[in-house]
């Protein structure tokens, strides 16, 4: 597990909060007051629906009395010697006196002499609800005129009433008591809202627990965030049993995100330890020379340097040491150019050329060593020079190095027309020598800059005085891969040292 160094503050919680601005609040209470809204909407349009068809029904049959009783064409006087009064009583007279065993009727009639004064109807004088209703009416010719039944109120009960003209100019005014539809309406009312506030509390409970479920993801990634910001940089969002498709992209992209961001800390971290190692081993390396330098120097100053031999010798080593001071200087600065990846002056360059020239110097300085270089006519790369004659010196000089003066060595190279080059092929330089070798370990880690092996001579190994500043094989990597090409070795204890370099061959093959 990978912990960021140092104390780091929490900047979140370990769970999503609880309260008014959570979102799952904020999405029950959405949810609940959009309900509310619809049984609101839909309440108020039923009961004005069922309003609008009872109180349809009650002036319909007004309206039919009406209509009746006025095309009927009978005076005052005719209707009050009419046999059928009895009838008319018993439907329109329920308070008259002397009728107290009729029953109470929902219809209130009365009569109006053409001064709009209530007067006996049917040989019965108007009762109190009837002068009740003829107080109520201002204005009767207007409302016989009128096709539609109008709302008065009798006390506290509500009617409906409409009125007609009868032949002799009197008036009579019909009225029916609404109370139940307004009763019945009250009724439906208070279901209404006791179902309403049931399905907004079940709405509610159903909405919490669904959102707990549906935004668990998220807690998740609260929780993830918080663990990441304390140091595991290994924690992902899991995932969820019955994901919601935006949420698993969220945690897709998070989770690929959060690798991101671990394998850069990774790197980094790894760049960081690097960087120490290489200043502290270019640090190591320019000491020796600067300090073998100043103690001559010392001896020089305290006169302990008389014998002209002495000085001569002297003066012998700190040149020695200045030159590599100046050669390690140089190589840590074609590194850092190659670093910076720099325009590379490329050109047809003869591999088979800069290996025989390097096989020559290496003859030269060490004419007891075996070397034997095999190379079928013009090998031509797309390269630069002088980066790529520095490779070749530089494998044979680690060689030279590192390993007995009499081992042979081996400079092999080969085309392949089956490579990936940008003319169809690759040109392979093999570099090989018979030396003790290099253990799995040491030869993982041959390209490191400053690295020498811990065995005893061996190809890229040191012995009990180090030879060479232990950049040349990171030169030879890095100026490769400048080109486009790769480096791998082969070794094992007591099997010698293989490095093997691919280029892309160039797109024509100079004549040798």
Request: charged share 25%; with cysteine; hydrophobic share 45%.
């Amino acid at each position: 597990m990978i912990r960021l160094p140092g104390k780091i503050a929490r900047t979140g919680p370990r769970r999503c909060r609880r309260g008014i601005h959570s979102l799952r609040a904020k999405l029950t209470i959405v949810n609940v007051c959009l309900l509310a809204l619809g049984i609101v909407a839909a309440t108020a349009v039923s009961l004005m629906g069922m309003r609008h068809y009872l109180l349809e029904r009650v002036d319909a049959e007004l309206l039919m009395s009406r209509n009746a009783l006025g095309r009927s064409g009978f005076t005052q006087k005719e209707i009050d010697s009419l046999s059928a009064i009895g009838a008319l009583r018993e439907q329109f007279m329920p308070d008259a006196s002397g009728a107290g065993s009729l029953p109470r009727s929902s219809t209130v009639l009365v009569a109006l002499d053409a001064d709009h004064r209530p007067i006996a109807f049917a040989q019965v004088p108007p009762t109190g609800r009837q002068l009740e209703l003829a107080d109520a009416v201002d204005d009767p010719e207007a409302l016989a005129a009128s096709a539609e039944a109008d709302d008065v109120s009798l006390g506290s009960d509500p009617y409906r009433v409409v009125g007609t003209t009868l032949a002799d100019g009197s008036m009579v005014l019909m009225a029916t008591d609404t109370g139940a539809v307004h009763s019945g309406m009250k009724k439906a009312l208070k279901l209404d809202l006791a179902l309403g506030t049931i399905l907004l509390t079940f709405l509610a409970v159903a909405t919490m627990l669904g959102t707990r479920h549906r935004l668990r993801p998220l807690e998740d990634m609260v929780e993830t965030a918080s663990a990441i910001a304390e140091g595991d940089l290994t924690r992902r969002v899991p995932a969820g049993h019955d994901p919601v498709t935006e949420i698993e992209q969220l945690r897709v992209a998070l989770n690929s995100m959060l690798h991101q961001v671990e394998s850069a800390f990774e790197t980094r971290e790894n760049s960081a330890a690097q960087l120490r190692r290489f200043v502290a081993d270019a640090s190591h390396e320019l000491r020796t020379p600067l300090s073998a330098i100043r103690g001559y120097l010392q001896l020089y100053d305290k006169g302990m340097l008389r014998e002209p031999a002495e000085r001569t010798r002297a003066l012998a080593r700190m040149t020695a040491e200045a030159d590599r001071m100046g050669r390690l200087v140089e190589e840590l600065l074609t590194l850092a150019r190659l670093d910076q990846h720099p325009q590379l002056r490329l050109c047809a360059v003869d591999l088979s050329r800069l290996v025989r020239d390097a096989a020559d110097d290496l003859r030269a300085q060490q004419p007891h060593r075996p070397v034997a270089v095999r190379a079928e006519g013009a090998m031509v790369v797309q390269g630069d020079e002088s980066g790529l004659r520095q490779v070749v010196g530089n494998l044979l000089a680690n060689i030279r190095a590192h390993t007995p003066a009499d081992a042979p060595v081996r400079v092999e190279l080969a085309r392949e027309e089956n490579g990936d080059g940008p003319a169809g092929g690759q040109v392979r330089l093999r570099v090989a020598d018979e030396g003790p070798g290099m253990d799995r370990e040491d030869a993982d880690r041959i390209f490191d800059r400053f690295f020498r092996a811990s065995s005893g001579a061996s190809s890229g190994a040191h012995s009990a005085q180090p030879v060479g500043s232990g950049l040349g094989m990171a030169i030879v990597q890095a100026v490769v891969a400048s080109h486009g090409g790769a480096v791998t070795v082969q070794t094992a204890p007591g099997e010698g040292l293989a490095v093997t370099v691919a280029l892309p061959a160039a797109a024509r093959t100079l004549t040798p």
